[in-house]
């Protein structure tokens, strides 16, 4: 069975969540009523980066990261998308 693997740094108070990216792409797109994410291979492992950054037991509730078109990992064509931890 292959394995993929993938690290990020604790959540840092100072800092947030901070999550390294490989330089991949997303496209959110929202069709009716559906969220759909399309993405390369480096482009979800970096939506996954986000997401484990997020679920680090000291990240607090409601810590989150707002994602904009343009931005990496998001397309210029696609939907922002905002990933939040629970507020508890």
Same mark, same amino acid.
């Given at each position: ?30 069709? *009716?009523?559906? +969220? ?10 970096? !939506? $996954? #980066? ?17 994602? *904009?078109?343009? +931005? ?10 905002? !990933? $939040? #931890?629970?507020?508890?």
């Amino acid at each position: 069975m292959n394995e993929v693997t993938l690290s990020v740094p604790g959540y840092d108070s100072q800092q947030g969540v901070i999550a390294p990216a490989e330089g991949g792409s997303i496209v959110v797109e929202v069709r *009716d009523g559906t +969220v759909e994410i399309f993405g390369d291979s480096a482009g979800l492992r970096d !939506l $996954a #980066r986000w997401c484990l950054a997020l679920s680090d037991s000291a990240a607090p509730p409601g810590a989150h990261i707002h994602l *904009d078109p343009g +931005v990496m990992p998001l397309s210029l064509e696609s939907s922002p998308l905002m !990933l $939040a #931890r629970e507020r508890g």
